[in-house]
């Protein structure tokens, strides 16, 4: 079975850093890239990064201004892990993230196409 298992939300006041896991199973890693998604309270779910898993290219999404400099993603393919650090964490971040996979090539832009495969959500709350 496919699964994307995202971990490592939490609780953290403003200014700290937190780094979200996705693990990834039951598909081929190498062909998908994995996106991290957020969904804040009354917002509409938004994409954050997504980084491909043949060969490490990273892409933002309209959220970079609000999270560039501060966000980075990275992959482990021997983990078959994607990573999601956040540093200087601000309380306008507080969301549900999301990883999700889609089938390389990356779709341009990556946040707007259907993406083959979802993980539950992780909880990420950033007090002020």
């Known amino acids: 079975d496919v699964q994307l298992q995202a971990s490592g939300g939490g609780l953290v006041q403003a200014g700290g850093s937190l780094r979200l896991s996705c693990a990834a199973s039951g598909f081929t890693f190498d062909d998908y890239a994995i996106g991290w998604f957020r969904q804040a309270p009354g917002k509409e779910r938004e994409g954050v990064l997504c980084?491909?898993?043949?060969?490490?290219?990273?892409?933002?999404?309209p959220s970079k201004d609000s999270v560039k400099g501060r966000f980075t993603i990275s992959s482990d393919n021997a983990k078959t892990t994607v990573y999601l650090q956040m540093n200087s964490l601000k309380p306008e971040d507080t969301a549900v993230y999301y990883c999700?996979?889609?089938?390389?090539?990356?779709?341009?832009?990556?946040?707007?196409?259907?993406?083959?495969?979802w993980g539950k959500g992780t909880l990420v709350t950033v007090s002020s």
């Open positions: 980084i491909s898993s043949s060969d490490g290219s990273t892409y933002y999404a």
């Open positions: 999700a996979a889609i089938s390389l090539p990356v779709p341009n832009p990556w946040y707007a196409y259907g993406m083959d495969h």
